[in-house]
């Protein structure tokens, strides 16, 4: 399917089922599917799931992003994100509820093309994942005149890399949302693009309610929530409709009256030596100690369970990081680490394994390195 039939009004009046990632063998042929768009995604056990949300939803989405990111009738949507991802395609149904129009980066990802890209279809607004923006910033590349919002998905933009984005005019937004909410919950407003960027706290969009439990854990509610899910058992696909008003995300947050401040995965805290560590927040450390030298995507760090202290934290970085480099920043780090949060030796490997998003593949990593690590204390 052509993305830009999502422009076609008929389109959306539509009661065909649809997978934008296709789906295997074909979708099943189930009543409950009608009127539906299907996203794949995994659940923790790893197997697959389809999160499936009505046209409404989605529309409903794009009608509030575009109220609160100021599009009208004359501005440009830019598309660079895979468009069979939710976060691509909220993009086009922005344009389409906006009556605008939508132009697509059909390239292979290039700073430099971007650019071009973003100055010949007068790009106004454009949704990019944290990696592309690193390597916009790195390229010292400056943002068009034209554009007006750069909201950023799919992982956190680090004080460091927004403010250097900013300096050389990239209008970054730092947004939180997720496939079960048909895109954004919750996105920093074009007012902030007058003042230092923070990370966090993310102002919540007004169309979503959220609260959280005891532990910490995010609870949306609103209509652009999922209509259910696609799940298979038994060798057979079956749709369990969601009934709840409140959805619980596997999200911690902390909710202020500025907005939300995401904490990191349920599942993804370990215990080390006693003590609750979320090591995917401890990699966005060793961005922070890189001051800029030490790019996104290019180091994390993962858990592997330990007898003693329970689970012991692995840097891993990729090739393109210098062994100087990485030592400088474990110093750095470790210069005020508490002992539980102390790390391992560095391990190097070729490539961090990422999804066509750009998104760490955790669970694949934590696996690899799990498999050549060797028992040893906690401790650099």
Known sequence: MDPQLLNDPGWWLDERPLAPDGFPGGLPDLPELAGKVLFATSGSSGRPKWIALTKEALLVSAAAVNAYLEVNADSVWGLALPWHHVGGFGVLARAHEAACRCATFGLRWNPEDFRKFLIENGVTHCSLVPTQVHDLVSAGIAAPQDLRAVVVGGGRLTENAGRAARSLGWPVLASYGMTEAGSQIATQGMDSLGSLY??????????????????????????????????????????????????????????????????????????????????????????????GQLLAGSCAVVAIPDARAGHRLVPVFDESVSRGLATEVLDAYHASAPGFRRLDRPVWVENLPRSPLGKLLRRDLTDQIARTATPQGTGS
């Open 198 to 291: 923070q990370p966090d706290p993310i102002p919540v969009l007004p169309h979503w309610r959220v609260r959280t439990t005891d532990e910490g854990r995010l609870e949306i509610a609103g209509s652009a929530l999922f209509a259910g899910m696609l799940e298979e058992g038994g060798g057979a696909w079956r749709y369990h409709a969601r009934t709840e008003e409140w959805h619980a995300t596997n999200d911690r947050v902390l909710v202020s009256a500025d907005g939300l401040t995401p904490l990191g995965r349920v599942d993804a805290v370990v215990k080390v030596l006693g003590e609750l560590v979320d090591p995917e927040r401890v990699g966005e450390e060793l961005l922070e100690r890189g001051a």
